[in-house]
């Protein structure tokens, strides 16, 4: 079935540094997310964009966060600078109004 | 391979029916199984998480889990069309932290 790939599947970084993490959506979904989980803890939501719009964020989503999809490339997700606590999981997921999400497989990021 | 597999793909029941939904992971490591609900358009929110072999009940809402199978149900009774919305499991390896879901059940409660 369709796929949502991320890119890289694993990024260590020093506290301080920027990070980007890709996602690859499918090609016909307008609705994109990104979810943090947190070590042996539940996904928490941290944004949703559509239509080259932040349509909701949650209080995880710090002003070091910023999304953008730009000429209908990869969906990222930039951070910076980061910080300790950033250390996550990373999920996209991507659809169409009404439907299923498709997840992607994660990025695993540790930031030291 | 999908490693959480949900069933049905989509599901219709009808205002004040039971709705069951199933789960099972192909990956003898995990150990914690989660529930989430997702309205169309808004963020996924957990419903009910479960570990221990048995049920689990809170509300209109049912978890079962058989550890051996390693096969979760959720059943909602007496569904509202509120309920309408996508059912997403998920399936933990507490060791490693890796959460790994399913692709949904979209529920449809016809009034």
């Known amino acids: 079935g369709p796929k949502v790939l991320q890119i890289p599947s694993h990024q260590i970084i020093d506290m301080g540094q920027m990070v980007t993490l890709n996602c690859d959506p499918v090609?016909?979904?307008?609705?994109f997310y990104w979810y943090k989980q947190i070590l042996g803890q539940q996904m928490e939501f941290l944004v949703n964009?559509?239509?080259?719009?932040?349509?909701?964020k949650s209080k995880l989503f710090k002003d070091q966060f910023s999304v953008e999809r730009p000429d209908g490339s990869y969906f990222t997700l930039k951070i910076q600078p980061t910080a300790l606590e950033d250390s996550a999981v990373y999920f996209c997921?991507?659809?169409?109004?009404?439907?299923?999400?498709?997840f992607g497989h994660g990025t695993k990021l540790s930031v030291l | 391979q999908q490693k959480v597999q949900q069933s049905p793909e989509s599901l219709i029941v009808p205002e004040g029916g039971m709705a069951s939904l199933n789960c099972t992971s192909s990956?003898?490591?995990?150990?914690y199984f989660w529930w989430y609900r997702q309205h169309s358009g808004k963020s996924p929110k957990m419903l009910m998480?479960?570990?221990?072999?048995g049920e689990k009940e809170e509300g209109r809402f049912t978890v079962h889990l058989n550890k051996a199978s390693l096969h979760t149900s959720l059943h909602i009774r007496d569904s509202q069309p509120s309920d309408s919305a996508l059912y997403l499991c998920?399936?933990?390896?507490?060791?490693?932290?890796?959460?790994?879901f399913g692709d949904g059940t979209v529920l449809t409660v016809k009034p």
């Open positions: 997921a991507t659809g169409t109004i009404n439907e299923r999400l498709f």
């Open positions: 090609s016909n979904h307008l609705y």
């Open positions: 964009f559509y239509n080259g719009k932040v349509m909701e």
């Open positions: 990956d003898r490591n995990v150990d």
């Open positions: 998480s479960i570990f221990s072999n």
């Open positions: 998920a399936a933990s390896d507490t060791n490693t932290g890796k959460l790994t």
